[in-house]
Nanobody, 116 residues
Framework: QVQLVESGGGLVQAGGSLRLSCVAS???????????MGWFRQAPGKEREFVAA????????YYGDSIKGRFTIARDNAKNTVTLQMNSLKPEDTAVYYC??????WGQGTQVTVSS
């Protein structure tokens, strides 16, 4: 069982930046570094969308087409944390952002609102 808590969302003007964090709490004997971590987002009335993912070691990263070149995913296995640095934000980036561990565990989400 993995519990994920996101933070760092908020209201920002277009062109601004935000940094999201996701901290994982694990069951005894479980190890954060065994999980591929990902960020997804869901805007009102739309399906949940893949944003970014990172391999267990951090050596491989993957990005959705809509955010390539603007967002950066990173992880710190010593701190059970994955981050999403979001730059050059656009109004269309407005959504609830969710952290995912592996393919099964989701956080509660954090709201990001970008004003024009």
């Amino acid at each position: 069982q993995v519990q994920l808590v996101e933070s760092g969302g908020g209201l920002v003007q277009a062109g601004g930046s935000l940094r999201l964090s996701c901290v994982a709490s694990l069951a005894a004997g479980d190890t954060f570094s065994t999980y591929r971590m990902g960020w997804f987002r869901q805007a009102p009335g739309k399906e949940r969308e893949f944003v970014a993912a990172i391999s267990w070691s951090g050596g491989h990263t993957y990005y959705g087409d809509s955010i390539k070149g603007r967002f950066t995913i990173a992880r710190d296995n010593a701190k059970n944390t994955v981050t999403l640095q979001m730059n050059s934000l656009k109004p269309e980036d407005t959504a609830v952002y969710y952290c995912r561990a592996g393919f099964s565990f989701w956080g509660q989400g954090t709201q990001v609102t970008v004003s024009s």
